[in-house]
Every structure is written in structure tokens, then in C-alpha cells.
């Protein structure tokens, strides 16, 4: 159920209106011609936020303060606890909780998956690239050792080629929605406060002014993420 209902969320609030319902209530207007596709999506998206919440409910029934978190709910409730104490919750409520729960899925699954396999992909188009990177594990990690998020600080080489793969394959080709906070003079253009406006990061990444020479020719399945051709299965199904 839960991934049924985050499968029709991300295909829904895809579609250009919802996008464009995002942006203004104008165009939420517009929705019902076009076959209620925003409507559908908030709907879909209340049944993941109260299946979060009961899940939430259900750890609070079962939870044990004093010992090892099951998982990341226990955890961020220990720390609420923690902090109840001190009197200082801050941001740490149980909606926070909800959204950071449902960001694993709706935020961080498709596109860690995504950016993964891109990744195989273009190692296999720079052989010399992945050769360097395995020379530096080996020097560096080595057989032994399990390698965790906390060695990446010696891992220049490898840091250096996953950056470099954000950069180059896009697997964002429409970014989120931002507010301008303030008015902002960009070159001969103003922007004035409260403009929504959407930066492409196509536009700086690959301005062959700043970066020239070519790329792989490598197709993209287009989507709300896209996804390098090759690779037909994903996380979460598009079509
Ligand atoms: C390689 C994997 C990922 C990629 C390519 C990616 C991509 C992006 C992009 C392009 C944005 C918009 C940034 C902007 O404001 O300009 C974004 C925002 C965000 N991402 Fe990710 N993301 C990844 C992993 C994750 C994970 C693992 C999580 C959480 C578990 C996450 C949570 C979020 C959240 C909460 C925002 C909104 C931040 C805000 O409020 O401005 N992302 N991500």
C-alpha cells in the first residue's frame, strides 16, 4: 500500500499540472480539466503521511527509552525524550519526524538509486576513471576494513568522481520549487521578493563556457528523475 500510494504521489505531482498547481492557486483551478492529477496526488499523499503516523503511534506503544533504537523512529524519539528533559525540543517534533521518515523515501530512495547506477554507468564508459578509483580504495580501505560514510574524507579520488558524475548526468533535470526572499538584481534583471522561481543546475553545470569538452552520449528515460537508458528497472516504477 505504501509504496503503491508513493508510486501514483511521484507520478502524479510529475505532471505539468501539478507542477504548475505547486506554483499557484490560479492553476489549481485548472486541475479538474486535466483530470484532477494535483487532487489525486495530495490524497495519495495524506494515505503516506497517516500510514507514517500510525507507524509512528505504533513504536511509541512498543518503544524501550533505555536500550538500542530498532530504527531511525526509535532513535528520533529517544532523542525527543532526551531532550523533553532539557527542555529544549527545538525543531525535534513529531511532524519534523513524520517528514524526515517520509524523505527517506520520497527524497532519498529513487535518487540514491538513480545517482548508483548512473554511476556504474559512466565507469564503464571511463575505464581509466575506474581503475584510479579502485587503486585508491585499495590503497586506502583495503581488504580488511568495511568501508563507511565517515571515510570519505580519504577518499579525494572517488569524492571527486561522484561529484563529478552529479554534474554531468542531471538525474534532476527539473529542480524544487524555491522563493525569493528578498528583491535580487541578477545582471539586468530584477527579481522581486516573492518570485517562485525554479534554478536549473543544468545551466551552471554544463555551461561549456566553464566547462568545455564532450560528454558520453548516454539517453535518459525522462521522468521526475531521469534515469540512464540501460537501466530499465528503478526504485520506484515511472511508467
Ligand atoms: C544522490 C542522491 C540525491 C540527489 C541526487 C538529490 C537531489 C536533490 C535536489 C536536486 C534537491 C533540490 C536542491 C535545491 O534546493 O536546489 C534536493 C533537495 C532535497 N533532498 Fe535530496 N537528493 C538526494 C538524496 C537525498 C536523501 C538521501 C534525502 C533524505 C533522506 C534527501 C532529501 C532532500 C530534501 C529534504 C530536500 C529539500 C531540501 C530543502 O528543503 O531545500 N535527498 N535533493
Known sequence: MFKENL???TRLVGTPISFLAEISLQFKKLDSLFGNKYKQAVEKNDKIIAYLQNEISRHKQTIDYEN???D???AYLQEMKRREK???LEEFTEKQLTIAAYDFFAAGLDTTATTCRAFILYILY???VQSKIHEEMDNIIGKEHII???DQVRLPYLTAAMQELQRVAVLMPMNIHHIVLEDVQMGKNKVPKGTIVIPQ???VHQDPDIYPGKMPTIKYTTGLIRAPEPFKCRAIPRN
Do not use: C, G, L
Open 72 to 74: 531511525f523512529i526509535d
Open 86 to 88: 532539557m527542555n529544549n
Open 148 to 150: 563507511t560514510t565517515s
Open 126 to 128: 571511463y575505464p581509466e
Open 68 to 70: 538500542e533504537p530498532r
Open 201 to 203: 543546475f543544468q545551466s
Open 7 to 9: 508510486d501514483a504521489v
